[in-house]
C-alpha cells in the first residue's frame, strides 16, 4: 500500500510505503507569505494585490528563498510553512514505513523596521530508501520567526528482532514504523506548531500479521495510529 509525496507549498509529510523492497516518499516543500495593508512598501517574492473588507492587502509569497526588501516600517502580517518530514521505507510484506510528519505551521504579525530581511522557505525532507528512516524537513524563516520542519517517518522493519522504531520529532511529528515485537511512538511535534506522529500498537509476528506505521502528524491533528 502506497503513500504518495506532500504537496510543495503546504509542506505536507511524504507517505512511508505499506509494504516491499520500496522507498518512502519525500515531504513537500514549505512555503512564507507576508501582506500588509495600504500603499506598497516592499520587494520580493510573488507580489499580488487583494481586498480584505474594504482595505488593499499586498502580499509577498515566497515559494524559494528570497529577500524581503521593506523601504517603510510596516507591521505585516505571517504564515510561515516549514517542509513536511520525508517518510520512511519499508521492507518485507507485513511491516510498513511511518509517515513523515508535516512542516510547522506559524501564522500572526509582527513590526518589521526598515532594511534587508532574509526569508527561508524549507525544502521537504527526501523520503527513505527501503528499512531506512526518512529525513527530516527543513525549517522555514522569517523576521526571527522559525517553523520547525517536520519530523522524519521511522523504516519499517521485518527481521526478527525486536525493534522500537520510533518517529523523527519536527513541526509535526513522523510516524512510528511498524515491527516485530516492540511498541513504537510517533515523534513529538512542536507545541504551537503542530502535532504528534502515529504510535504503532498493533505488533505482529512473522507472517502471521501485518503492522501499518504510525501516519505523520499536521497540524489539525495527530497522525493516526495502527
Request: glycine share 34%.
Amino acid at each position: 500500500i502506497a503513500g504518495s509525496a506532500g504537496t510543495d507549498g503546504l509542506g505536507g509529510g511524504g507517505g512511508g510505503f505499506g509494504a516491499g523492497l520500496t522507498a518512502g516518499f519525500d515531504g513537500g516543500d514549505g512555503i512564507v507569505i507576508i501582506a500588509y495593508p495600504f500603499v506598497p512598501a516592499a520587494t520580493g517574492g510573488t507580489v499580488s494585490l487583494i481586498d480584505v473588507d474594504g482595505t488593499p492587502y499586498f502580499v509577498h509569497t515566497f515559494t524559494s528563498s528570497e529577500d524581503f526588501v521593506l523601504s517603510k516600517p510596516k507591521t505585516v502580517e505571517y504564515l510561515i510553512v516549514a517542509g513536511g518530514g520525508g517518510g520512511g521505507g519499508a521492507r518485507g510484506g507485513y511491516w510498513g514505513a511511518g509517515g513523515g510528519g508535516a512542516g510547522g505551521l506559524l501564522t500572526g504579525s509582527t513590526s518589521v523596521a526598515v532594511g534587508t530581511l532574509p526569508v527561508v522557505v524549507g525544502t521537504g525532507g527526501a523520503g527513505g530508501p527501503s528499512q531506512t528512516n526518512g529525513s527530516p524537513g527543513n525549517n522555514s524563516t522569517f523576521s526571527g520567526l522559525a517553523a520547525s520542519g517536520g519530523g522524519y517517518g521511522s523504516k519499517g522493519n521485518d527481521t526478527a528482532a525486536t525493534l522500537q522504531l520510533d518517529g523523527g520529532p519536527g513541526g509535526s511529528g513522523g510516524g512510528a514504523g511498524g515491527t516485530v515485537g516492540a511498541v513504537s511512538d510517533g515523534g513529538s511535534g512542536v507545541g504551537g506548531q503542530g502535532n504528534d506522529g502515529g504510535d504503532v500498537t498493533a505488533i505482529s509476528s512473522g507472517s502471521t500479521g501485518y503492522t501499518r506505521g504510525g501516519g505523520g502528524g499536521g497540524a489539525g491533528d495527530a497522525g493516526a495510529s495502527n
